[in-house]
């Protein structure tokens, strides 16, 4: 899943949402769901359908995969927070997230090949790992040797998204700072995290 080459608007138009980690193109063009009978299909969903589809949403927009998923669940139901809240706050810490949300990428996908390719430092610090968590006060910056990088000067001059409110980005310094937690409320797309729970604790 974190490696997810395929038709990417297919999943938007399944999951019947945009995801803008996944790709910033959109499925407002062809709203339907894939296949044949896709505008036919109608009713709604079981409760483990719509429980699978909530989770689907968190594999796709941000590219991990099942087994990283399930730590993550493990590790947010240990918190003392709700697990719902923890689980979003933690998959929002990704780095290649961060990148992302900074404006340094158009997609995750794109964020976590900056990330694999060392152009960012945390804290003055080279780091390559896009699952490395960021915490409140780091400080993220875009290596002097990667400022010219065409990829990144095309996303900041267009950024899929505007940028949340618990970081703070300076464009000219290429740096980022974390000035808080994210909360639930920074996802960029409609997600039900209380189903999401649902669904792992009939599984783990």
């Known amino acids: 899943m ?4 395929g038709p990417r608007v297919k999943v938007l138009r399944s999951l019947g949402l945009d995801l803008p980690g996944l790709t910033s193109k959109s499925m407002q063009r062809r709203p339907a769901r894939p296949g044949q009978h896709g505008a036919k299909r109608k009713g709604r969903k079981s409760d483990f359908g719509r429980q699978l589809s909530e989770k689907q949403k968190i594999r796709y927009n941000y590219g991990i995969g099942e087994k990283q998923l399930r730590r993550l669940m493990k590790e ?3 918190s003392k927070q709700a ?25 995750i996908p794109q964020a976590r090949q900056l990330v694999n390719h060392a152009h960012f430092t945390v804290n003055g610090r080279k780091v ?25 000067a095309e996303s900041l001059e267009s950024p899929t998204l505007s940028r ?21 409320e920074s996802i960029p797309f409609e997600l039900d995290l209380q189903a999401v729970v649902e669904y792992y604790s009939k599984r783990m």
């Open 164 to 184: 949340p409110d618990w970081i703070d980005v300076d464009n000219g310094k290429k740096l980022t700072q974390v000035k808080s937690l994210p909360t639930v």
């Open 83 to 107: 697990t719902g809240e923890k689980l979003g706050e933690l998959l929002e810490r990704r780095l290649d997230n961060v990148v992302f949300r900074a404006g340094y990428a158009r997609t």
């Open 2 to 5: 974190a490696r997810y080459l």
């Open 128 to 152: 390559d790992v896009p699952s490395f968590r960021v915490k409140e006060g780091d400080t993220i910056t875009l290596r002097t040797k990667s400022e010219n990088l065409g990829v990144v």
């Open 76 to 78: 947010a139901r240990r």
